[in-house]
Structure formats: structure tokens, C-alpha cells
């Protein structure tokens, strides 16, 4: 028993030595860090208000105005320490050592967020626009910082890091995609006829776009066949389907206008040599 009252006493000479020689710097630190902390808050909201005052993107906006409250509140905490009379230089070497790490382990997502403000500063598409990157087609849905969301014809999401949007050949088609056609048709058959015939189904069908004419033209003359080839511009969400839809068309329109597709054919001459 006395020795448990004499622990007791000797822990409330110790806090009461502690609450005399150091509470005003623990207090002076808390007040130093809730200034930062409140501090922190409107100066965010007057850079964010500032910053979207002009043409920079919402998004980037955000983000400088939040990554300017993380870095006060972060010198208001060192301040805090060094009032309590903590040396702050191994926290500031350690600090840079785990920085140093961390960036190199997650150097391909530091690359992918850098990509995505460059993104979204440029603008090289938007919402809504069809895409390649990387032989991969798809409307744009959603532009993250780490990355970019498409949605293609067979509603597949297709997740691209943003890395891979820049420093690359990115092929912005807006809100159509080209489709490029070709048929053989024999050279009895009137080519300018045939011409007119696929541009006249093009011009007819709604799907395809008023504002990229098709075109519609000979290719090339080929051993059995006259080669015409068409390019027209439809929904990207629609690419397969109008094509494979208009291919039929033009089958159906050749067999009514008399058009006739050739089968391949190579002409054999047999030599007659006797032997003597």
C-alpha cells in the first residue's frame, strides 16, 4: 500500500512539474497549430476563388487549393514542434527519406497524376469524345487524375493510366468514327453507276453524319474487278452496327441496279507441244 502511494506521488510531481515548466509551450503549440489549421481553411477557399477566376480547370484548381492547405498546416505543425522545444531536423530527414521512397515506388502513379493535370490543362478531348490510344477505341466517360475511363460499342470499360495519353499518338475522332468500305464489282458493269448508287444510300441513311460528306470512288483496277472504295463517318457507339448494316445495303442496291460482283477468274491457255 505505501509503496502504491508512493508511486502516486511521485507521478504527481512529475505532471505537476511537467504542467509548470512546459505548459505555456504546449499551449502556445496548440494555438500555433489550430491558427494553422484555421489559417489553412480560408486561404484554400481565397486560392480556390482566385484560381477559379480565370481559365484554369476546376479540377486543377481544386487541387493547387488543397495541396496549398496540406503544406501549411504541414509548416504550422513544424512550428508547433519546434515551440515545444523539438528539434525538427530529424523529422525533416526522415521526411525526405520517406519522400525519396516513396517516389520511386510509386513513381508510375507520381507519372500518371502529373499526366492527368496536363490533361485536363490542355484538353485534348472531353467528355463525349471517341479516342484511340494504344490501338484502343472508346468514348470518353470520365477523366481522373490517375487515369481516363472509355466506354466502347460493346459497353466495355476500358481503364487507361493517363501516362499513356501523353508523350503518345492520341487520335481524337469527336463524336463519330470513320468507316472505311470497298467492293469489287466487274468491269461490264457501269462504274460511275455503282458510284452513285453507294452515295446516294449514304446520303440517305440518318445515321451517318451531315457534316463529313462520304466519299465514294474507284480504288484501284484489279485483275477481275474494278475496286471502289467508300469512307463515311458514323456514331462511335454505333460503329459495327451501321457497318455491317450498310454493307448489306450496298449487296441489295448492287442486285437491283444490275452491278454484278465478280468471283475471281484467271484465264488458262493450254499449249499444244508434240514432241518430234
Known sequence: MDKELEQIGQFYTVVIEFITNYSFQVLGAIIIFIIGL????????????????TKIDETI??????????????????LALGKLGISIAPFIAAIGAISLTAGLALQGSVSNF?????????KPFKLGDTIRVHDV??????IKLAY?????EDKEQITIPNKYMIGDILVNSYLYRIVEGSVGISYDSEAETAINIIKNL???????????????????????????????WVPSHEFFKLQYE????????????NIKIPFPQREVA???KRIK
Not at 484548381?61 to 513544424?78: C, D, G, L, P, T
Not at 441513311?205 to 463515311?232: C, H, W
Not at 450498310?246 to 441496279?257: H, S
Open 202 to 232: 449514304l446520303a440517305e441513311n440518318p445515321s451517318t453524319s451531315n457534316d463529313n460528306k462520304a466519299i465514294v470512288g474507284i480504288e484501284k483496277f484489279a485483275d477481275s474487278s474494278i475496286q471502289l472504295s467508300y469512307r463515311y
Open 148 to 152: 481516363t475511363i472509355l466506354i466502347n
Open 137 to 142: 477505341y472508346g468514348e470518353v466517360q470520365e
Open 38 to 53: 484555421i489559417a489553412s481553411i480560408y486561404i484554400r477557399k481565397y486560392v480556390l476563388k482566385l484560381l477559379l477566376k
Open 270 to 272: 493450254l499449249l499444244d
Open 246 to 257: 450498310i454493307n448489306l445495303e450496298v449487296l441489295n442496291a448492287f442486285d437491283k441496279g
Open 114 to 122: 502529373a499526366a492527368g493535370i496536363v490533361l485536363i490543362a490542355t
Open 61 to 78: 484548381a481544386h487541387f493547387i487549393a488543397s495541396f496549398i492547405r496540406i503544406v501549411i498546416i504541414f509548416m504550422m505543425a513544424i
